[in-house]
């Protein structure tokens, strides 16, 4: 027992619940059929995205303003209910359920998506005039299917986003010197995979959705998310399982509830008096900085279960530690706040600029690239520049400043600068539309 022990993972079960045997669960093989659902998603999801605008204005004959604010709801949307999927992973279904479940979910919206795009009921006619204004917009009903297609897609995006990385990762051991370091490359390797699944989202899928029909390119979409999460499920006995610790979410609820409950309570005048149950390795030090989240460790009567257990309450007495992880928190509010402006220059990418880019001669030879297809240059610009910057300014950078390249902070700074630079240099849109009526007319746009 105690030689089955020393291969065990000692924070990681199996799918018995029994501890993670490290030569049969988990590592590389396992984390790759994790990856299979994140290609996937990004193929999914930016294949969809990126080419939605031209059906909207084109196909459901919207106004291209309306038709943009659909495309960014639907993306921020994605976004946002990570935090749902986080929350439900971390406090009730696990990681491993969470991607189960969710990957069906978007398995059903892309379904559903090719199906509203093939049906000629869920669409419009064709608009048979030269003027835009005059053709018929899609009814409630259409727009209807559309929305819940899309938003189940959205739903699945954000249980997916929230689990995949972690529950990749779950299968190294960060206490084993050997599989950390196959940890850190298994991180590099899923930035790439993201990469090249957009990429692939943005060339064939696009291409497809063009040439060949859209439901053929969503039916696909729906048929890979299938084959994706056959392969994750057959390696359901290999995987190692890590227990949540409780979602984030509800430790900052519980920290202010504590705090607002007790603002006017006196702070003692020795730090050592608060609360504090974690061992002392894993403590995190009192800070200054925000005191009056300080006083929920204030310990008080009635704070404490009253059936005399030793646990307190966890919404009336937070431990110091905790308040810590939470000011941690609040310090990187500014900076995900500056992320807001990049990410609404971002979303130009696959709205108007894929509207512009519709009005541009864009043959190669007698191959037309599809409108949606320029996106490319911006996957393009990031593989890159990651192989720039690993290849080239990291090593100069060592050796001029002996160090591993910029920090965290100066790669968002420069991101944000390149951004702002980025948004002025606007290509002209001039453009002349020829027009044998009566003559020869020629307009200048």
């Given amino acids: 027992m105690e030689e089955k022990l020393g291969w065990a993972v000692a924070d990681a079960v199996d799918y018995r619940d029994l501890p993670a045997d490290r030569s049969k669960t988990g590592g590389w093989v396992r984390a790759a059929q994790i990856l299979g659902i994140e290609i996937c998603e990004r193929l999914s999801t930016m294949g969809i995205a990126v080419n939605l605008v031209t059906y909207l204005t084109g196909t459901m004959h919207l106004p291209s303003a309306t038709s943009a604010n659909i495309v960014t709801d639907f993306m921020g949307t994605s976004f946002l209910l990570c935090l749902l999927g986080g929350f439900l992973a971390d406090s009730y279904l696990g990681r491993y359920k969470t991607i189960a479940i969710f990957t069906m979910v978007q398995i059903l919206g892309t379904g559903l998506l090719a199906i509203s795009t093939k049906l000629p009921q869920l669409h419009p006619p064709p608009c048979k005039s030269i003027a835009p204004e005059t053709c018929k917009q899609a009814n409630g009903t259409q727009m209807g299917i559309l929305y819940m297609s899309l938003y189940l897609i959205a739903l699945g995006t954000g249980g997916l986003k929230s689990s995949v990385s972690g529950f990749g990762s779950d299968q190294f ?206 996957v393009g610009a990031i593989l890159i520049t990651v192989a720039v910057y690993d290849r080239l300014i990291i090593p100069f950078w060592k050796r001029w400043k002996g160090k591993p390249g910029f920090t965290n902070l100066q790669r968002i700074s420069i991101g944000l600068v390149l951004s702002a630079i980025g948004m002025p240099i606007k290509p002209r849109n001039d453009f002349e539309m020829e027009s044998d009526v009566n003559g020869s007319v020629e307009e200048k746009c």
């Fill in 173 to 378: 051991d960060d206490k084993d010197e050997k599989e950390k370091s196959q940890m850190a490359f298994f991180f590099n390797r899923f930035i790439f995979f993201i990469s090249l699944g957009t990429l692939t989202a943005v060339t064939v899928l696009v291409y497809i959705q063009d040439e060949v029909g859209r439901s053929w390119a969503y039916g696909i979409c729906s048929v890979s998310m299938f084959t994706a999460v056959v392969i994750f499920l057959s390696g359901s006995k290999r995987y190692r399982y890590k227990k949540g610790s409780g979602s984030p979410i509800v430790q900052i609820c519980q920290v202010l509830t504590a705090s607002i409950a007790k603002r006017k309570l006196n702070m003692p005048s020795n730090i050592g008096l608060l609360y504090e149950d974690f061992p002392q390795a894993t403590r995190i030090h009192h800070t200054e900085q925000f005191r009056c989240l300080d006083k929920a460790a204030i310990i008080v009567e009635g704070d404490f279960e009253k059936n005399g257990s030793s646990s307190p309450n966890p919404w009336k007495l937070c431990s110091v530690t905790k308040i810590e992880e939470v000011k941690m928190m609040i310090r990187l509010l500014p900076i995900w706040a500056t992320t807001i402006i990049f990410w609404t220059t971002y979303a130009q990418m696959i709205t108007f600029s894929v509207e512009q880019a519709t009005t541009m001669k864009r043959y190669v030879g007698k191959f037309q690239i599809p409108a949606g297809s320029l996106t490319v240059f911006f």
